[in-house]
């Protein structure tokens, strides 16, 4: 996700968007050690997701297996 910036394609897939994934524990410091420090790190996590799904211009496909990362919003099959 990283190296997508300033790029676009006519699709793009992010795939493995579970919560042990979605936000990258190791890039995030706990709450308990620094509370702001915590909320920065996973407004850049949240950002880089943004930046990734934002550069498809035609169509955006996502995906996961198990429970889904806390940044996707609650969907239900069929919607």
């Keep these: 996700m990283h190296a997508m910036k300033g790029l676009e ?3 793009v ?3 493995g968007m579970t919560a042990r994934a ?3 524990a190791k890039e995030i410091t706990p709450l ?3 509370r702001q420090q ?3 790190d996973m ?3 949240r950002c880089l997701l943004f930046v990734a799904c934002t550069r498809a211009r035609e169509a ?3 995906s996961w297996s198990g429970t ?3 940044f996707l919003p609650v969907t239900r099959a069929g919607s």
């Design 38 to 40: 915590h909320e920065s």
């Design 9 to 11: 394609f006519r699709c």
């Design 43 to 45: 407004l850049m996590e």
């Design 68 to 70: 889904p990362s806390p």
């Design 13 to 15: 897939a992010v795939v």
């Design 60 to 62: 955006l496909a996502i």
């Design 32 to 34: 308990e050690v620094d």
């Design 22 to 24: 979605v936000p990258f």
